[in-house]
């Protein structure tokens, strides 16, 4: 009796209660029947799980008492695990696959004839929600990011419409203590939500910049009265700033990013009615275009993000400050590759630090992972004598990055442009990015840089497991692919992007390798492979640039396997280990390890 009451006693300590509620003309969510104002950020540390707890430790001291995730995976016990253990909340995504390719990936998924794939999706989210609801970590349920910004016909958006209410109204059914969120940038989608989704409960709106002012009168102007979050935000994005006079796109300096989230916190998100509050993007570390431009650190520095979430959720200024860069300033002429340049550079710093100096660009062309990354540039020089760069070999503008960080560490930022010429360059039409050699393909299921989407011939008998620990080489992991006919033949493709076949730009410049190499084995001897990378063809407007493969017979020992790659063009090899193979009789498994670029 007395374990029954202990445990009883236990259970009403973790349980967790959301609701959303009108008092005296204002939307309020509570937890437990208290207040909760959102004061969130989105979580972007979701693969780092041995430092959760300092992570939310470290949310606790800017104020924050919730995150946001985009989806779900093997992490996200994990994770509520430690935002419950301090004291923090979780909006838990639930990922829709997008109707073409759009900000965030080259992804696309046909609404319209899918069917299997729709299932997919509602399965799922009942899935996800059946497995977490009776976490005291969970808040809200937040389904779906973009995804009606992301279809390019009313057809479409009618369709997943449906679908959404489908989910949203079963979860209703098995979850009543969660109220449920679905995401869109900005109005794209009150008018569908509005009138074919009635089971969302809170409306998320990413918005950056002043536009979050202006969410509340979008909503009073469709006559629409439920509550929402402003589920992303901060400075106003690269998708709403003017160029400059050579086509860049103008980046917010350090102040005015601090300024948006510091001060438009009050102004534009907690004097709203309809507003339970916000969550600011992007808690995470990263050296990319986005990460730059928006997340509270880069490189492991502070940026002023970090700081400005702390005021506008405290009421506290930064403990240290970013030194500022007051000015930065190129050349105005066009200027060749290889040239080295003056660079115009004035700082200070607030605490008198010691300030250190790089530079690097940006090439806002080319591939998604091209386009995205900051690459460094070679500087020379100091503070009294003055800085000078030297040009890529690239044949456009640069946006050109001067970082200059102090001990805490925080960073500063500032950027500017300069068109650069080259008519040797390679066109910007076919910019993928440059990778350092050994480039592993896989190992151990790290960061992989293709993924396993290229399902070919009589793939429904085929499964894939990239984790898969009984048959390895070395390390823990390796790749079992386990064909289940005894006929028929059958292939799989490791690519970049995922699940395109030609038509959009990616994968890598692997040029300066020598050798592609890999281990493999089967369950038996005598099975035949054919591997090796490359498949699209010149068919395509975005091709392999090269494609090599070598017919193997596999012993059930593992054995290494060395193709040379002389005189091979592999500026762009966008299919990065590909494997055919036949049912010669029986069914069969063949495990595949280290494979690499050398």
């Known amino acids: 009796m007395r374990l029954f009451i202990f445990l009883l006693f236990m259970s009403l300590l973790s349980f967790s209660q959301t609701t959303v509620e009108k008092e005296n003309d204002k939307w309020v969510m509570k937890v437990n029947k208290l207040p909760f104002a959102v004061k969130g950020v989105t979580f972007g540390y979701d693969k780092d799980v041995s430092n959760y707890d300092a992570y939310f430790k470290d949310l606790k001291y800017l104020g924050v008492n919730t995150v946001r995730t985009w989806a779900t995976g093997e992490n996200t016990p994990a994770l509520l695990d430690a935002a419950h253990a301090n004291g923090m909340k979780v909006m838990v995504g639930i990922w829709m696959r997008h ?28 899935a996800v929600v059946n497995k977490y609801k009776d976490h005291p970590a969970v808040l809200t349920w937040g389904i779906g990011n973009e995804v009606y910004l992301n279809m390019a016909t009313d057809e479409e958006k009618l369709v997943y419409s449906k679908l959404l209410e489908r989910i949203c109204s079963k979860i209703k059914e098995i979850d009543s203590n969660h109220p449920i969120t679905s995401v869109e940038a900005w109005n794209f989608g009150m008018d569908w939500w509005s009138k074919y989704v009635p089971s969302i409960d809170i409306y998320g709106l990413n918005s950056y910049g002043a536009g979050a002012n202006f969410l509340a009168d979008e909503m009073k102007k469709r006559k629409i009265d439920k509550p929402y979050i402003v589920t992303e935000f901060g400075v106003t994005g690269e998708w709403d700033v003017a160029e400059d006079k050579n086509g860049i796109k103008i980046e917010p300096t350090d102040a005015q990013k601090y300024d948006a989230i510091a001060n438009g916190y009050s102004k534009w998100i907690t004097n709203k009615d309809n507003c339970l509050g916000v969550y600011v993007f992007h808690y995470n570390s990263g050296t990319s275009f986005g990460d730059i431009w928006l997340a509270t650190h880069v490189n ?80 020379r020089g100091n503070f009294k004598d003055g800085f000078e760069i030297q040009l890529p070999e690239v044949n456009s503008a640069i946006k050109v990055y001067a970082f200059v960080n102090d001990s805490y560490p925080n960073l500063g930022i500032a950027s500017t442009s300069i068109k650069v010429k080259d008519d040797n360059a390679i066109p910007n039409k076919f910019r993928v990015p440059k990778v350092e050699l050994p480039f592993y393909v896989y190992k151990d299921n790290e960061d992989l840089p293709y993924i396993p989407t290229g399902y070919m011939g009589n793939y429904k008998a085929m499964s894939v497991d990239l984790d898969h620990s009984k048959n390895v080489h070395s390390g823990k992991m390796s790749i079992e692919i386990s064909y289940k006919d005894r006929s028929g033949w059958y292939g799989l493709a490791f690519v970049d992007p995922a699940n395109d076949w030609g038509d959009i730009l990616g994968g890598y410049n692997i040029s300066g390798a020598k050798t592609f190499s890999f281990w493999a084995k089967s369950d038996f001897s005598g099975v035949i492979a054919k591997i090796g990378f490359g498949l699209i063809g010149n068919d395509k407007p975005y091709p392999d640039s090269a494609i090599v493969a070598e017919e193997i017979e596999l012993s059930s020992q593992w054995k290494k396997y060395t193709i040379k790659l002389k005189n091979l063009d592999l500026s762009c090899v966008r299919s990065g280990l590909v494997i055919f193979s036949n049912g010669y009789g029986s069914s069969h498994k063949i495990y595949i390890d280290e494979v690499v670029f050398e």
């Open 99 to 126: 109707g073409r390719p759009g900000m965030e990936d080259d992804d696309s998924f046909d609404y319209l004839t899918n069917t299997q794939g729709k299932e997919d999706h509602y399965t799922n989210a009942i």
């Open 300 to 379: 492991s520095h502070y940026r002023p993000q970090y700081w400005a979430i702390r005021e506008a959720y405290t009421g506290n200024k930064p403990a240290n400050y970013v030194p500022e860069i007051s000015k930065l300033k190129l050349p105005d002429n066009t200027a060749d590759s290889g040239t080295w340049v003056p660079v115009t550079l004035a700082t200070t710093d607030k605490e008198s630090d010691v300030l250190e100096v790089s530079f690097g660009y940006n090439h806002r062309v080319g591939s998604r992972r091209y386009r995205n990354q900051i690459l460094p540039l070679k500087y």
